[in-house]
Structure formats: C-alpha cells, structure tokens
T-cell receptor
Framework: GQSLEQPSEVTAVEGAIVQINCTYQTSGFYGLSWYQQHDGGAPTFLSYNALDGLEETGRFSSFLSRSDSYGYLLLQELQMKDSASYFCAVRDQDDKIIFGKGTRLHILP | DSGVTQTPKHLITATGQRVTLRCSPRSGDLSVYWYQQSLDQGLQFLIQYYNGEERAKGNILERFSAQQFPDLHSELNLSSLELGDSALYFC?????WGAGEKLFFGSGTQLSVL
C-alpha cells in the first residue's frame, strides 16, 4: 500500500532548530512536498524536493533521499508563529497527491 | 489569500441530505483537487480534475461525486449524508499536473451533519 509516515507531534523551544521527518512508501515517486497548516486555516505550500539534497528557503529547509524514501523539513530560529501542523506529500504514479497525517509542532517560549 | 474560493464556508445539514460544495480555482489554474480533513486527521485525497477531465481518484465514496465545468470551477456533491461525513472539505488548484506543482488551497467548507 501507499503510506507516508511522520511523527504526530514534536515540541521545541523558541529560537531553536527542529526537524520533522517523513518516510514514504508509494507506487511511483515524483517528489516530496511540505505544507504548513495553522489551526483553523488552510494548508500552505512550503517546499518541494524532486532530487536528493537540501533545498533552503529562508528559515525553512527541506531534504530528500530518494534511495532511503526519506525526507525532512528543518525549521531554524523557531518563532511562536511556527506553531502549526506540517504535512509531507507525494504524487504517486496514479497522479494522486497523498498527504501524511501531519506533525503538530508545539513551540515553548 | 490563495486565490482559490470555496463556498459555502460552513454548512449544517441533516443525515440523508444532499449538499453541493463549490470551488473556483485561481485564475489560470487548470487542475482542481478535493480533499477531506476530519478532526485530527490528515488530508484525504478525494479526486482531481484537469481542464474538465477527471485525472485521478482516491478513496472517494460512491455517495460522493464531482465535476469540473468549462469555466474550470468545480463542484463536489455529497449525498445520503451520514454523521461520519462531517469534516472540513478543501479544494486546491494548481497550474497543471506533473512533478513539482504547488497546490493552492481554498479556506475550506466546514460540513456538519447532524
């Protein structure tokens, strides 16, 4: 079957760095995306990795290892506004864009 | 504002009823996706349309159907509603399908089935 696994919750301190992991098992793979969703809000796109390696966008970076079917989202200099749920997503060979169940990030002051 | 418009924002109805959720994609976007999000659940893929044609289908119930019209807006029809259908329904759009596309989500329709 197809699945994306990510931790359900992660807690970190304001100003610190946190990593949210995602492992996937899909039929076909085109790339790994990350989305952020605040409570009561809509998901918003953060990043996309099609090739192995690290992509950096400001305080956020995303990494992909296709051989390990693994990726992560790295958030640096955490701010209270980063408290949200983070979802990894992949498009499979049937063109379905499948999301993980999400990781809820709690940030402590 | 993502540019994707969903109506209505809230919908309260009774079991057995039928409702229609509407989505207008961003200007120029040809693909529309529908997702269901239940409490503390991830985004469950329902269906995708590209330029009026069904492109991909998830575990969408037979009681649910959707279509994309020539003006590219889309409607999701939910019939014979059950309590378990209560959820947040999101529509998303993208320019095209294919690797690397970025989905823009609407603000969702909160459906409550009583």
């Amino acid at each position: 079957g197809q699945s994306l696994e990510q931790p359900s919750e992660v807690t970190a301190v304001e100003g610190a760095i946190v990593q949210i992991n995602c492992t996937y098992q899909t039929s076909g793979f085109y790339g790994l995306s990350w989305y952020q969703q605040h409570d009561g809000g809509a998901p918003t796109f953060l990043s996309y990795n099609a090739l192995d390696g690290l992509e950096e966008t400001g305080r956020f970076s995303s990494f992909l290892s296709r051989s390990d079917s693994y990726g992560y989202l790295l958030l640096q200099e955490l701010q209270m506004k980063d408290s949200a749920s983070y979802f990894c997503a992949v498009r499979d060979q049937d063109d379905k864009i499948i999301f993980g169940k999400g990781t809820r990030l709690h940030i402590l002051p | 504002d993502s540019g994707v418009t969903q109506t209505p924002k809230h919908l309260i109805t009774a079991t057995g009823q039928r409702v229609t959720l509407r989505c207008s994609p961003r200007s120029g976007d040809l693909s529309v996706y529908w997702y269901q999000q239940s409490l503390d659940q991830g985004l469950q893929f329902l269906i995708q349309y590209y330029n009026g044609e069904e492109r991909a289908k998830g575990n969408i119930l037979e009681r649910f159907s959707a279509q994309q019209f020539p003006d590219l807006h889309s409607e999701l029809n939910l019939s014979s509603l059950e309590l378990g259908d209560s959820a947040l329904y999101f529509c998303a759009s993208s320019v095209q399908w294919g690797a690397g596309e970025k989905l823009f989500f609407g603000s969702g329709t909160q459906l409550s089935v009583l």
